[in-house]
């Protein structure tokens, strides 16, 4: 799957996650299953549409939902221990932070966050997208270091 020029919005999650540079993401749209993001909800289209089970199921997507937010830094309790879990995992396994991805957000806007995360997961290579969770491109198969 190639970068696309623009990241849709919708590929901001909930948690401040980029979607579209999960591996979870990637595979959905090979396979023909294409994820629109959290909270995209077309009419006629449920929440949960196009998603794989561990989407269906994400305890901080659900929460926001519950409480009728659409991002995790707009809760009074940001950064709460479920995100905090998941910030803990992501800084030890991929050197990323979703607490710092959702205040570059919130101080700086979702556009200009996504072409900062265009530039950074696109593949040198290819235009492919490197996946976040592993390091390769999603179309030629190179592999990266984190710097």
Not at 62 to 83: G, Q, R, S, T, V
Request: proline content about 3%.
């Amino acid at each position: 799957m190639k970068m696309p020029d623009i990241i849709e919005e919708t590929m901001f999650a909930t948690c401040g996650m980029n979607c579209i540079a999960c591996y979870k993401h990637i595979a959905a749209r090979n396979y023909g299953k294409p994820c629109r993001g959290c909270f995209d909800e077309p009419q006629g289209i449920s929440f949960d549409s196009g998603k794989l089970t561990v989407c269906h199921e994400c305890d901080i997507k659900n929460c926001a939902k519950e409480k009728k937010l659409k991002y995790c830094y707009e809760c009074k309790d940001f950064p709460c221990k479920i995100l905090a879990r998941m910030e803990n995992s992501y800084n030890e396994r991929y050197d990323e932070s979703i607490i710092e991805n959702s205040i570059t957000v919130k101080e700086h806007g979702i556009e200009k966050f996504m072409e900062s995360q265009r530039e950074k997961w696109i593949c040198p290579k290819c235009g492919g997208i490197i996946s976040i969770h592993d390091f390769y491109c999603s179309e030629c198969g190179s592999g990266f270091v984190k710097e």
